[in-house]
């Protein structure tokens, strides 16, 4: 019985373990993470892209197809990018890893949800530190 009590206790802290590394980011977190960043990452198309959120709320975007400029806020906890030129959307950014960002589609720009509501969008990771990102299964 003390075996079967100590590999519960053992199975419940390495869940703890992991679900501690997927956290959607707060309002504050996104606040605290995204100014200054140039995240680079990739779509569900294996595209990839760079994007700087400049500490005034706006953007300079690029990828193989295209650049682009607009603006990034926070907006109920939801990471919001908008451009001059291509859609935008909102995102819960779920933190997957010590170096890895998940965007999830929620809300449109003017704050409906989107079609694509809960649709994983992208994953990035800031490129001035080791990527942490594990990309198996997300990319087709």
């Not at 198309?45 to 607009?70: A, K, L, S």
């Amino acid at each position: 019985m003390r075996g079967f009590f100590i590999l519960f206790i053992c199975l419940a802290l390495a869940g703890l373990s992991q679900a501690g590394e997927r956290q959607q980011l707060s309002s504050a977190e996104i606040l605290a993470t995204f100014p200054g960043m140039t995240l680079s990452g990739n779509y569900p198309d294996g595209v990839m892209f760079t994007e700087t959120y400049h500490p005034g709320g706006t953007i300079t975007y690029r990828d193989d197809r295209e650049t682009d400029t607009g603006n990034w806020f926070e907006r109920g906890g939801l990471f919001c990018t908008f451009y001059e030129k291509g859609d935008g959307a909102c995102f819960a950014i779920i933190k997957s890893s010590a170096n890895c960002y998940e965007m999830y589609v929620r809300e449109n720009e003017d704050g409906k949800p989107s079609e694509l509501d809960g649709n994983w969008n992208s994953v990035g990771w800031d490129r001035n530190r080791p990527a942490t990102c594990d990309l198996s299964g997300k990319l087709v």
